[in-house]
């Protein structure tokens, strides 16, 4: 855990550093969602009244944003000329969609998941948590283009090597299910390099479904993937040679019994991959420079909605490697290997019964 800062003065720098960010996250969550930086990329450089004509959008509050977004040190500004363009090292993160430094994902979900604060302060007081339906749309699409990102990059060309088994049950036509799919990204990344396997998502939200079901149509994949509404904690019909979930255990309400539903859906020769955060036993000990995040995320929307359900309210640092083997051993899963690879973010297991 960081030290705090014993000068008054330093600290107050701290403070202010931190609004800073806060506030150049959200005045780049302004320009993802309005497509500013894409436009400035493509058209660019721009002035105000050019992107204005462009984009449709008003020019006065263009013009803030440009002044705004290039003091955070995100577009070049040219003084002279006023006009501003996209630095050619910022694009991979700015204008790259799906790509592997695209950060468009975060900008929205972070300044969305903020909404619910009266939610939160009321929760603080009164226990409970924050209900799924107090997070608006850019929360979920933030979500989504994360996980988008993650699993075109990492799923298939990384992590996939470290599972061999995995490859040879699916590679020799094997079924997979995918539990808390979500629109199901990482299922049609597996169904695309897998096309002789069967591929099977659940997820509670309906309009996780039909995202998923869309999204199956567009990668063309639709005829080996069949995405259905499940609570998968209370079970689902079938065993399957792979079950997966992603970023999903911590967050439930009653994680035990999800692994053990999840142990009735595995066959006995099957393979359970299970990702979530990393994080260490004790809270105090999670460092780096996503650490204040899995804190923030935790209190804002992963421990509050398990909490919400009368869950256990694990949070964003709840399943660390030990509670994953406890977990595991309790619902009949007789070994968990953590697979070695590095994100800054999951630690991924291969379990098998």
Known sequence: MTAPNQDPMAFVGQIIGHATGMMAIRLCAIGDHLDLFKTIAEKGPLTSAELAAHTGLNERYLREWIYGISLAGYLDFDKATRKVSVPEAHQPALVDVGGPLYQGGLFRMFNAILDPYQDLLR???????????????????????????????????????????????????????????????????????????????????????????????????????????????????????????????HDMADPRGGIRALRRAVKDDGIYVLMDID??????????????????????????????QGGDGLGTVGLPESRVREFCAAAGFASVRRLAIEHPLNALYEIRP
Not at 124 to 140: C, H, L, M, T
Not at 214 to 243: H, L, M, P, S, Y
Request: hydrophobic share 40%.
């Open 279 to 308: 994080c260490t036993d004790d809270p105090a000990d999670n460092s780096g420079p996503l650490a204040v995040f899995k804190l923030g995320a935790s209190l804002h929307f992963c421990m509050t909605t398990s909490l919400a």
């Open 123 to 249: 929760a603080f007081r009164e226990g409970g948590g924050i209900d799924y339906s107090r997070y608006n749309a850019d929360f979920w699409e933030g979500l989504e283009h994360n996980t988008c990102v993650r699993y075109k990059n990492n799923l298939v060309s990384q992590w996939l090597p470290e599972m061999p088994e995995v490859v040879a049950k699916l590679d020799a036509g094997g079924s997979f299910a995918d539990f808390g799919c979500g629109a199901g990204r990482s299922t049609i990344e597996l169904a695309q390099r897998f096309p002789g396997a069967s591929f099977h998502g659940f997820d509670i939200f309906p309009d996780n479904i039909d995202k998923a079901r869309a999204n199956a149509r567009e990668a063309g994949v639709a005829d080996r993937t069949r995405f259905e509404i499940a609570d998968f904690a209370k079970g689902v019909d079938g065993q399957f040679d792979v079950v997966a979930t992603f970023d999903v255990i």
